[in-house]
């Protein structure tokens, strides 16, 4: 069971995979007032970095699970290296219907919204492991500006315009669905920078050491567009966040 492997390249050298930056989930987990002990579930946990840090900053606990397998190797080897490996556990697998065996006072899917089918069915799945009067995490995108066309949505690799929301659309939305919006921190250009152009550096190592790969046109094709792509679209129309959510 994998990600698709495109992923497993570009990425392969990301610690964290969405647009935020080490000070951001530091400064997610501080204005959460995490207490030590608390127990964490992240549903795509990727390579392991909010729950690695927060077990070595704020003392939590945690499972994550991620169906790709090289990052959830580094994951672990991450928490060798921060010293948590006893606080924090991370399993290869599919998320999708996970429910912790125990409830937890944090559980989150950052970035990874499609595992419950969206963000309304992601929310629905966390609330199942969490116990009364937890928090709910999610990290999802929304529209800084709202695209002018299809066409520009598509740029910012969207499929749609509907795909995302403008940003008090979003927060309404989780009222909607009966939450309180408790937290939010938001991605900056620097996060979106250093997550998007991280993957050219790694592009073009793979492609050295890689010519003859399935996947090298494919890559070569990717580093050749996506420096003017990432900011004639995304760096310009997407923002995205961490919500933290409580039921009324
Ligand atoms: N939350 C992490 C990773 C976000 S990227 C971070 O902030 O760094 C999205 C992650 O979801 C990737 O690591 C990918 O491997 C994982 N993923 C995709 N589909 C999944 C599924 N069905 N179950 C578990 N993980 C999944």
Not at 15 to 22: L, V
Not at 61 to 77: C, E, N, W, Y
Not at 96 to 123: F, R, S
Request: charged residues 20%.
């Amino acid at each position: 069971m994998d990600i698709p492997r495109i992923f497993t390249i570009t990425e392969s050298n990301h610690r964290i995979h969405n647009p935020f930056t080490p000070e951001k989930f530091a400064t997610l987990g501080a204005v959460l007032h995490l207490e030590p002990g608390t127990r964490v579930l992240d549903l795509g946990s990727g390579s392991g970095e909010m729950l690695c840090t927060w077990a070595r900053d704020y003392g939590v606990t945690g499972v994550g699970i991620d169906m790709s397998p090289l990052f959830t190797r580094q994951a672990k080897l991450r928490a060798e290296e921060l010293g948590v490996a006893k606080q924090v556990e991370f399993i290869h697998g599919d998320a999708a219907g996970h429910v912790a065996a125990a409830k937890v006072g944090v559980a989150a899917c950052v970035g990874a919204t499609w595992i419950g089918g969206g963000v309304a069915g992601t929310i629905e799945l966390l609330a199942k492991s969490l116990c009364a009067g937890g928090i709910i995490l999610v990290g999802e995108p929304y529209w800084l500006r709202v695209p002018p066309t299809e066409d520009v949505a598509r740029g910012c690799h969207a499929n749609a315009i509907s795909d995302f929301l403008v940003l008090p659309e979003l927060l309404g939305s989780f009222g909607d669905l009966g939450y309180d919006v408790v937290q939010m921190v938001l991605a900056d250009q620097e996060g979106w920078d250093r997550y998007e152009a991280g993957k050219w550096l790694t592009m073009r190592r793979w492609l050295e050491a890689n010519p003859d790969d399935d996947l090298a046109q494919e890559v070569r094709a990717q580093l050749t567009s996506e420096p003017q792509r990432y900011a004639a679209f995304t760096r310009e129309y997407l923002g995205w966040g961490v919500f933290a959510l409580m039921a009324r």
